[in-house]
């Protein structure tokens, strides 16, 4: 037969454990975010091309001078007088913007999986945190639990003896 207060004392001592294997590492990174927070993460050369590139290229400033620069290039081989150096279909401009395409995408590419695993791990954190938040709550929970068995046992002797001493002036007030 399973002995529940066995298995629930097992379970408690478990949560325990994590809970300090928790603290434990939360200090851990507490003291090492003190240690570095002076120097900032060191992005390789790469990174930092890439993050840059993301932003100039997903930025309302670019969306606009390229539409400006894509206007004017059309205009200018409509309307030119003496010579149409890209002609109707566009064909070096189509070249131009494949090739933007082809080279910005995997700069943007390596920024996005940088910031996932970036996400990923401050996740990773958000999870932890809320477990230990949890066990903690449980542990609280246990101790406002505990207290209240105390108190219910105390009053219930203290309601004992009042009783006892009800009955004992009862019995001297009949005799």
Partial sequence: MLDLTTL???IVESEKQLLEKLRTLRRRKREGQES???DVRALTAGQKIADT???TMGSWNFIIIQSVILVIWIVLNLIAFIQHWDPYPFILLNLALSFQAAYAAPFI???QNRQQDIDRQAAENDYHINIKAELEIELLHQKIDQLRETEVLHLT???H???D???KADDRAKA
């Fill in 53 to 55: 590139v993301a932003a």
């Fill in 8 to 10: 629930g004392h097992e």
């Fill in 161 to 163: 003896q009042l009783a």
């Fill in 157 to 159: 002797e203290v309601v």
């Fill in 36 to 38: 570095s927070s002076s």
């Fill in 165 to 167: 001493m009800l009955k």
């Fill in 109 to 111: 590419m390596m920024s």
